[in-house]
Each structure stands twice: as structure tokens, then as C-alpha cells.
């Protein structure tokens, strides 16, 4: 049985193709369309998932749609209406888009698929999921366990925010629920407003952030903001904040509150936003650990599996790790809306059709998330001579030589091999690498690569059986989901008392401070030679000439760009940047062999995230 599952129209539009229970394929709209967070509907993720099955549309026996569109829209109208007539601006924006375009989704959505293939019959063939049962899914089907309590936290599906589910076997239960208004995700997202972020874009920056400032803020949350029960639930006082029924997330009480505007994108961080940001990451961590002891108080359960976007909070999942909670934890790697389409798929499969689940020997079954477009050598050479570049060719051996060469020279490399990763993380396919012990390079790849901003930390991929020599941490961590310190033995001596906020950043604090944050920690990904078998080489050579088996990974884009999806994607980028390497397929391409006259400046073409 074919199921095609489909994640679109709010953000993180996505398509994932699955056969009798294998993940077949799994890809964003927005590599494909270079928009970021594309929330379109994905016909070209649809298209590549189609390619990479080998099948078409017509092939396909289900189409599951990730949630339930009636649901939210009912959402919408009760919220508004239990508020008026607050909110009566918002509400007059909202509801003509509602009832113009996403009321009548599922017959968008059949317009769609019969624009593809219009003798078929999909009023039949597409289902509905709801939000958080796809996340649910999308983490405990494709993990390695047997059994697992599967813990679920985003913004909002429907109405869940927050969800216990059980799973057993192919059978997956939602136990208990926490409701829309109150909502971790949410609460995440109106600090990542206040701090002149882009919220479901930037919360990831609040995290990197946050070890810059104090949490001095974390008491006033809980006694004004949050009631933060001793099992993990919760609820937030909505005089304080404005997503409800307004334009902004927060409001002049929660300004009143922390004596401060919201801060404008283009005004300086202070040390007043670094403050904020560690404050609202720690009431985040203190949630999420009570949640998980509560869960494996109540269940028993020795395995927890993690989803949705709150799940993408490596920092507290780093936490859960810690401290012991469970003997096992497995996250999704597109954790987000975008795994949403991967779960419908799932859920249909097992949930809906009563399809039989096998749990892998070793390993879970994303692959390494390798589950996009692969181009092959020959087409990587025919694109890049089509778009001008001058390249050399190599056998596997003497090309993983002169990368690692390069790499322990300093010099930074786009590294494109294999399959795409299906996620928002680059994991060794759509990577830029580079030497962490270099002091200068997390300054350097910051702002004369990714042209961001500089405090924004960089991760280490590692060689699977060297991690617990350099991190304190001795699981997989394969999808760079987990944060684990450095280990006390690979840190420098270090006096930073006078020193606040981003004045931090240009201290070297370990043999390896290019991916060493600023409290020690680091967002580890273990790389194994059965998942990643090149970039296992690469690791491998850099360590025998450096004695270091870790390398500098941060996804190959620049900020507000997509990850690069196709050999010439790579090359544009490659040239608009200062990238000394890029090595694709068998390929290796110098910047100072290229013509001059091929680089770009596209900096201004995304919009910034």
C-alpha cells in the first residue's frame, strides 16, 4: 500500500511517500521553491517523492492530509467569540481568508491532486489526521522502540498544545491532552516576538541566545505569566498576551511587566534581551522536565519518543538526557509542521488501514533522514559545467584526502553528498563543515558565510564511537537533537568575569571552540559509517591528521535561505559566499580557480529569518 502524506498551507509545507510502512521519501517545499518555511502547497515536494518512488500520482492508494482544517477553523470562531469584542481587527482579517481559502481545504485539496491526476477518484482516497496524532506518529513509528510513551508540544494543532499518547506495537493512543490557549510553543513564541525575532522562525535564535543572559525573569514568569503545576501542566494568564485574538504576541501589560517595548529587529541586543531569552528557556526546560517525570511516573514507560516544534528544543531535550528520566529517548528529525506530513502518512497506515509495524533490528527507520532528491555523478558534472564551474574529479579515497586536507588547513567547504535531509537540520548531505578548533571560525562562518548574526552557535558532528571522549554523552545522537557538554578534559582554563553578554563569544573555552557555546554545551550529532558512510570517511581522515574526530556541520545556506537542494542551488551559494571549498559528488571546486565574474551577491534575495 502506497500513502502519500502532505503537511501545507500555515508553514513548513511538506510531502512524504510511504510503501506498506517503509518511509519511501520525505521532502520541504521550501528547497525545492527557495522560499523559506514555504507554506504553499508542496507540488514540487509531491513531484520529487513521486520521482523518488518511481511511481505516479495514480499509483498512490491514500493521500493523508496531516490535520483536521474544520477543527481549527471552529478554533478560531469559539476563541473569538469568548473574546469580543477584543480583537474584532484580527478577526475581520482572518475569517475572509478562512472561508475564501482554508474552510473549504479538502476541496482545494481534491482541485490539486485532479490537477495532477484527474481520472482518479480522491474524494475516496484522501484522509485526515489530526494535528498532534501526526506528530505523535511521525515520532513513535519510525523509532526504534517496541513500546514508548510519545510526548507531543508545539503552538497549536487543532486545539492540543501539548499531548500524551501511548504506543504499542503498530496501535497508538492520545492519552491526555493540554488545549489551546495555553500553550509552551506559544509561550516560546511571544519571548521570541518581545526579543525582535521572527516568530516560527526564530525561536531557535532565543535558544542560542539564552546562555549569554541570567534567567532573572524566570520567577516573574511562573508568578505572572504561568502556573506551572508540579506534574508539568500548565496554564498562561492571557491578560498578558495578545495571540488569541490580536496582531502581536504580546501586549502593553507583558511590556509593563519587564519595563521594556518589544524590541525592534533592527535595534541592538542588550543584555536586557539576552536576560529575557535564558529566562523564558529555563521556565521552558522546568516544563518540559516535570511533564517528562510526570509521564514516566504515570506510564511506566522506559522509552519516550518527542515531537513537535517545541521538540526541536534541543537544550531541554539535552535536559531530559540528563537527568535519567527515561532509559531511552528517540526524536523526530523534522519534529516541526513539515514531520506532520511523514505522521499522516504513518497514522493512515497503521491507525486506518490496520498495517503491521516492523521495528528495526538497529537504528530507527528515518534513514539518517536521508529522504530527498540524490543526484548522481554524471548529473552532478553536466550542472556544473552548465552553470560555469570549474571542478575536478576524484576517486572516493584520494577526494575524502583532499577534503579532510583542506579542512585541517582551515579552509571551510560546502560538502553536498547523497540523499537531501528531510528536517530543518543539516546531518553530513547538505552541510557546510570546517575545523572546530579554529578560534576564529565560529566568528568567520557567521558573518562571512552565513551572514548572520555572530552569537549564533555552530554544531559538532562527531564520530559515533569517539563522543564520549569529547561530550559528556554516550548515545546516538544522530539527528543533532540533543545538547550534552564538552567534556571537562577538552576544556580550556577560562577567566571571563569581566566579560558580559556577546563579549563572551571570542573566548576560546575548549580544544574545540568553534562548536563550544558559551556555558560549555554543545548540539551534538553522532555520525555512524552504516547511516553516513562518506562523511564518516571524511570524520575519520580529519581525525588522523588532526587527532580531532569532530568537524564543524551547520546547514549549507546562507541565513534566510533554504538548504541548498540541487548542484546548482550549491554553486550559487558556494560563489555568493566566502566558502574556500565546495566538494559535490566526486567534484571538488576551488574558489580561486572559478571565474570572478560568477559571484554573486544575493544576500538581499531572501528575506531574513
Known amino acids: 500500500m502506497k500513502i502519500l502524506g502532505l ?14 510502512g517503509r518511509i519511501v521519501a520525505a521532502a520541504q517545499e521550501e528547497r525545492f521553491t527557495r522560499k523559506k518555511h514555504d507554506a504553499r502547497m508542496p507540488r514540487e515536494a509531491i513531484k520529487s517523492c513521486l520521482e523518488i518512488g518511481g511511481i505516479s500520482l495514480s499509483d498512490v492508494d491514500l493521500v493523508a492530509f496531516y490535520e483536521k482544517p474544520f ?5 478560531l470562531l469559539e476563541t473569538y467569540a469568548a473574546m469580543a469584542p477584543a480583537g474584532f481587527t484580527s478577526f475581520r482579517q482572518a475569517v475572509p481568508l478562512w472561508i475564501k481559502e482554508k474552510l473549504f481545504q479538502k476541496d482545494m485539496l481534491i482541485r490539486e491532486l485532479k490537477g495532477i491526476a484527474p481520472d482518479e477518484d480522491w474524494a475516496e482516497k484522501l484522509v485526515f489526521s489530526e494535528h498532534h496524532l501526526s506528530h505523535a506518529a511521525s515520532a513513535f513509528f519510525p523509532s526504534p522502540f517496541e513500546n514508548a510513551a510519545v510526548l507531543t508540544m508545539d503552538g497549536v494543532g487543532e486545539w492540543t498544545t501539548t499531548s500524551l499518547a501511548l504506543g504499542a506495537g503498530a496501535k497508538l493512543e492520545i492519552q491526555k491532552e493540554i488545549h489551546f490557549p495555553h500553550s509552551l510553543g506559544l509561550l516560546y513564541s511571544a519571548f521570541t516576538y518581545y526579543t ?35 506534574d508539568g501542566t500548565f496554564r498562561l494568564d492571557q491578560r498578558y498576551f495578545n495571540y488569541c485574538t490580536g496582531l502581536t504576541m504580546t501586549n502593553a501589560r507583558f511590556d509593563e511587566l519587564f519595563g521594556a517595548p518589544p524590541r525592534k529587529a533592527n535595534e541592538p541586543l542588550t543584555q536586557f534581551h539576552m536576560d529575557m531569552a535564558a529566562s523564558v528557556q529555563a521556565a521552558v526546560e522546568e516544563a518540559v522536565l516535570r511533564l517528562a517525570r510526570s509521564v514516566r511516573t504515570e506510564t511506566g514507560a522506559k522509552s519516550l519518543c518527542l ?24 526524536i523526530q528529525p523534522a519534529a516541526g509542521d513539515a514531520g506532520g506530513a511523514l505522521g499522516a502518512a504513518l497514522a493512515a497506515y497503521h491507525l486506518q488501514c490496520g498495517g503491521q509495524r516492523v521495528v528495526p533490528n538497529a537504528g530507527d527507520a528515518m534513514g539518517g ?39 585541517a588547513d582551515n579552509q571551510a567547504a560546502g560538502w ?28 568567520t562562518l557567521n558573518l562571512k558565510v552565513k551572514y548572520r548574526e555572530s552569537f ?48 563572551k563569544l571570542n573566548i576560546a573555552r575548549s580544544q574545540i571552540p568553534a562548536v563550544t557555546h558559551v556555558d560549555y554545551s554543545a548540539r551534538v550529532q553522532t555520525v555512524t559509517p552504516g547511516v553516513n558512510p562518506r ?9 588522523s591528521l588532526t587527532g580531532i574526530p569532530v568537524l564543524v556541520n551547520t546547514s549549507f545556506n546562507v541565513r534566510g535561505e533554504p538548504i541548498v537542494c540541487t548542484p546548482e542551488d550549491a554553486f550559487r551559494c558556494f560563489m555568493a559566499t566566502e566558502l574556500d571549498l565546495l566538494v559535490i559528488g566526486n567534484c571538488i571546486l576551488k574558489k580561486t580557480e572559478q571565474d570572478p565574474a560568477l559571484k554573486l551577491d544575493y544576500t538581499d534575495t531572501f528575506e531574513l529569518d
Request: aromatic share 10%; with cysteine; proline share 4%.
Open 7 to 20: 503537511s501545507a498551507l500555515y508553514h513548513d509545507s511538506a510531502a512524504a511517500l510511504i510503501e506498506d
Open 535 to 543: 562523511f564518516h570517511a571524511l570524520l575519520s581522515q580529519f581525525k
Open 196 to 230: 525582535g525575532f521572527k516568530v516560527n522562525s526564530g525561536e531557535y535564535k532565543v535558544m542560542g541566545l539564552a546562555p549569554y543572559g541570567v534567567p532573572r525573569f524566570t520567577q516573574k514568569i511562573f508568578d505572572h505569566l504561568m502556573d506551572l503545576k508540579a
Open 369 to 407: 533522514s536521508f529522504l530527498g532528491p540524490v543526484y548522481g555523478q554524471d548529473d552532478i558534472v553536466k550542472r556544473l559545467k552548465a552553470a560555469g564551474a570549474v571542478f575536478t574529479v576524484h576517486e572516493d579515497s584520494e577526494l575524502i584526502a583532499k577534503a579532510a586536507a583542506a579542512l
Open 416 to 443: 553536498f553528498q547523497g540523499r537531501m535531509e528531510f528536517g530543518p537540520r543539516a546531518l553530513g548531505a547538505r552541510s557546510i563543515i570546517a575545523n572546530p578548533a579554529s578560534p576564529e571560525m565560529q566568528r
Open 307 to 330: 515531537a513537535g516544534g517545541v521538540a526541536l528544543n534541543c537544550v531541554a531535550n539535552g535536559k531530559i538526557l540528563k537527568e535519567g528520566i527515561f532509559e531511552n529517548i528517540w
Open 71 to 75: 477543527i481549527k477553523f471552529e478554533r
Open 456 to 503: 549564533r552557535p555552530f554544531a559538532p558532528a562527531v564520530l559515533r564511537e569517539d563522543v564520549a571522549d569529547w561530550f559528556n554523552m554516550e548515545c546516538d545522537s544522530p539527528y543533532m537533537l540533543l545538547v550534552a557538554d564538552v567534556c571537562e578534559t577538552k576544556r580550556l582554563a577560562v577567566n571571563d568575569a569581566e566579560k558580559f553578554g556577546i563579549e
